[in-house]
């Protein structure tokens, strides 16, 4: 009796036990990571930039891969959430605060897990069986430890949060829990500029599902009115500052051979669904006249296989619920019929799908006799965790490592990135240490986040034309550089330029790092 009395309590506490472990060991990795340089510019370093920018009075201002001090529009994301970050930089400017806040928001999506499964399922156990599914999902673990700060992450929870709140106020009616679901759906929505269309057909789902036309309507019109502002008129404003920095380089690099047009149209990320078009009407004609040939064209074997590993951790109960899993096609499309492989378990762009699959397939459970919603969510945590080591989440194999597990996927142990750091953390904090912290500076991508907090942190060799400051390591070029156009023939004679020229002075050396000073 007295068990059962406490025993929610024992399942609370257990809980939360569980998340100060995946809390900590996830800090102790992001802070491994850090020190050895292995987040960079590309994207913890323009997270930052823009968070210490709006700080210091510059509006969510960045340098961009073509070197540009440009609004965060003008890089064709709208991510505002960051605005709202700016506090944790009146406690400490260290780009380490955005992973850490970033940790502590995902993690505490197993208590939104929690509420939700009791709400779906009515049963306190398995509602802290599926907080611990939530923990040990293969994409959570990767978010957790392998990608870097990125706003749509904190937005998968806040959505996850926000849909648990419309459950429950399903019944209780309340105007304060309504008022707060909607604080919620804004901060889901200002993660990243597609996120209202997953709102828009969340409303629509809530539609169909409890013939809701207040709230469904509401979200629908929100969700597509704040979509049309951040793509037709946010991210096109910018359109002509891109290629200035970049007209500037090609000029003073005296290059001629480079047509990265491609690049400076409306919306910088176009390219990548240039088999089906070179505007947003394209695009859309091509899907809409032709959907079989543009899936055919786009779909890859990694975007399937990215699929699966989705789905299978939770037995593909989701597909059961399909109408809930169709909130997921803006998400879906955007990632799938891209011509670049973006799609993967593994990478932030498949955050906004983590809350409506754990919806998917707790609504699937419901169809289920309780013995049998036991069962498979007993085998839910397995495959999470079966998956999870098949495809590296270094969360898992850290915590197993801890505590001596042996596991039968002992294999994957070896590929643990964290057993090497690519670079040389003494000699680069010896450079660092050099680099005064008002001028600009353009350098190596995997310095970028430490170097972030100024006005101009370019990666080399944008910039190395008017930078007070160029760090160059020539043993690095640039994927950034690569993707718009400039090979590494060309970055090796912008750096014999530099080496020969009389406006730079070596200031220090250490192997093949150079730091130059613009005299």
Same mark, same amino acid.
């Given at each position: 009796m007295l068990f059962k009395k406490h025993s929610n309590l024992i399942l609370i506490i257990s809980l939360i036990l569980l998340m100060l472990l995946v809390f900590y060991t996830s800090a102790k990795l992001a802070n491994f990571k850090y020190n050895n340089f292995m987040y960079g510019k590309f994207d913890l370093g323009n997270m930052s930039q823009v968070v210490w920018n709006t700080k210091h009075g510059n509006f969510i201002m960045v340098t961009d891969q073509f070197g540009n001090d440009i609004s965060r529009f003008g890089m064709s994301h709208v991510d505002l959430i960051l605005v709202l970050l700016t506090p944790l930089y009146f406690i400490k400017e260290d780009p380490r605060m955005l992973i850490f806040f970033q940790q502590f928001i995902v993690i505490s999506g197993a208590v939104a897990t929690y509420l939700l499964a009791g709400q779906v399922l009515k049963s306190k156990n398995l509602a802290f069986l599926w907080g611990v599914a939530f923990l040990v999902y293969p994409a959570v673990g990767h978010i957790l430890t392998k990608q870097t700060f990125h706003g749509v992450?904190?937005?998968?929870?806040?959505?996850?949060?926000?849909?648990?709140?419309?459950?429950?106020?399903?019944?209780?009616?309340?105007?304060?829990?309504?008022?707060?679901?909607?604080?919620?759906?804004?901060?889901?929505?200002?993660?990243?500029?597609?996120?209202?269309?997953?709102?828009?057909?969340?409303?629509?789902?809530?539609?169909?599902?409890?013939?809701?036309?207040?709230?469904?309507?509401?979200?629908?019109?929100?969700?597509?009115?704040?979509?049309?502002?951040?793509?037709?008129?946010?991210?096109?404003?910018y359109e002509d500052q891109r290629s200035i920095e970049f007209d500037n380089f090609i000029q003073s690099a005296e290059i001629t051979q480079v047509n990265s047009s491609v690049f400076f149209k409306s919306n910088f990320f176009l390219h990548r669904y240039s088999q089906l078009g070179d505007s947003y009407f394209q695009i859309g004609e091509s899907l809409i006249l032709h959907p079989f040939k543009s899936l055919a064209l786009s779909i890859s074997t990694e975007d399937k296989q990215a699929l699966i590993y989705l789905l299978a951790p939770q037995l593909f109960l989701s597909v059961i619920s399909l109408p809930i899993?169709?909130?997921?096609?803006?998400? !879906?499309?955007? =990632?799938?019929?891209? +011509?670049?492989?973006?799609?993967?378990?593994?990478?932030?762009?498949?955050?906004? /799908? *983590? $809350?409506?699959?754990?919806?998917?397939?707790?609504?699937?459970?419901?169809?289920?006799?309780?013995?049998?919603?036991?069962?498979?969510?007993?085998?839910?945590?397995?495959?999470?965790?079966?998956?999870?080591?098949?495809?590296?989440?270094?969360l898992l194999i850290e915590?197993?490592?801890?505590?001596?597990?042996?596991?039968?996927?002992?294999?994957? !142990?070896?590929? =643990?990135?964290?057993? +090497?750091?690519?670079?040389?953390?003494?000699?680069?904090?010896?450079?660092?240490? /050099? *680099? $005064?912290?008002?001028?600009?500076?353009?350098?190596?991508?995997?310095?970028?986040?430490?170097?972030?907090?100024?006005?101009?942190?370019?990666?080399?060799?944008?910039?190395?034309?008017?930078?007070?400051?160029?760090?160059?390591?020539?043993?690095?070029?640039?994927?950034?550089?690569?993707?718009?156009?400039?090979?590494?023939?060309?970055?090796d004679s912008v750096t014999a330029k530099v080496f020969s020229s009389d406006e730079y002075k070596i200031v220090d050396q250490c192997k093949s790092l150079f730091l130059f000073k613009r005299l």
């Amino acid at each position: 009796m007295l068990f059962k009395k406490h025993s929610n309590l024992i399942l609370i506490i257990s809980l939360i036990l569980l998340m100060l472990l995946v809390f900590y060991t996830s800090a102790k990795l992001a802070n491994f990571k850090y020190n050895n340089f292995m987040y960079g510019k590309f994207d913890l370093g323009n997270m930052s930039q823009v968070v210490w920018n709006t700080k210091h009075g510059n509006f969510i201002m960045v340098t961009d891969q073509f070197g540009n001090d440009i609004s965060r529009f003008g890089m064709s994301h709208v991510d505002l959430i960051l605005v709202l970050l700016t506090p944790l930089y009146f406690i400490k400017e260290d780009p380490r605060m955005l992973i850490f806040f970033q940790q502590f928001i995902v993690i505490s999506g197993a208590v939104a897990t929690y509420l939700l499964a009791g709400q779906v399922l009515k049963s306190k156990n398995l509602a802290f069986l599926w907080g611990v599914a939530f923990l040990v999902y293969p994409a959570v673990g990767h978010i957790l430890t392998k990608q870097t700060f990125h706003g749509v992450s904190l937005s998968a929870v806040f959505f996850l949060f926000s849909i648990y709140l419309y459950l429950k106020n399903q019944t209780l009616k309340n105007k304060y829990i309504n008022l707060l679901f909607w604080g919620l759906i804004i901060l889901t929505l200002l993660g990243k500029e597609e996120i209202p269309l997953v709102a828009a057909f969340f409303g629509i789902w809530i539609i169909y599902k409890f013939k809701d036309l207040k709230q469904g309507l509401a979200l629908l019109t929100v969700g597509i009115v704040w979509f049309v502002i951040a793509f037709f008129i946010l991210i096109p404003k910018y359109e002509d500052q891109r290629s200035i920095e970049f007209d500037n380089f090609i000029q003073s690099a005296e290059i001629t051979q480079v047509n990265s047009s491609v690049f400076f149209k409306s919306n910088f990320f176009l390219h990548r669904y240039s088999q089906l078009g070179d505007s947003y009407f394209q695009i859309g004609e091509s899907l809409i006249l032709h959907p079989f040939k543009s899936l055919a064209l786009s779909i890859s074997t990694e975007d399937k296989q990215a699929l699966i590993y989705l789905l299978a951790p939770q037995l593909f109960l989701s597909v059961i619920s399909l109408p809930i899993l169709l909130i997921t096609l803006p998400e !879906l499309a955007i =990632n799938i019929l891209s +011509n670049q492989n973006i799609f993967a378990v593994d990478n932030h762009r498949v955050s906004m /799908l *983590i $809350p409506i699959v754990f919806l998917a397939s707790l609504f699937a459970l419901t169809k289920f006799n309780r013995k049998l919603q036991y069962l498979l969510t007993f085998l839910v945590i397995f495959f999470s965790i079966y998956f999870s080591f098949k495809t590296n989440n270094l969360l898992l194999i850290e915590i197993s490592k801890k505590f001596n597990v042996n596991s039968v996927f002992a294999r994957d !142990l070896i590929n =643990n990135e964290y057993q +090497n750091a690519k670079n040389d953390p003494a000699c680069i904090n010896q450079i660092l240490r /050099l *680099i $005064p912290a008002t001028v600009s500076y353009t350098g190596p991508n995997y310095m970028g986040a430490q170097t972030s907090m100024r006005v101009t942190n370019a990666v080399y060799p944008m910039r190395f034309y008017d930078a007070d400051y160029l760090a160059i390591d020539l043993n690095e070029f640039s994927v950034h550089a690569n993707e718009i156009g400039i090979n590494k023939q060309m970055q090796d004679s912008v750096t014999a330029k530099v080496f020969s020229s009389d406006e730079y002075k070596i200031v220090d050396q250490c192997k093949s790092l150079f730091l130059f000073k613009r005299l």
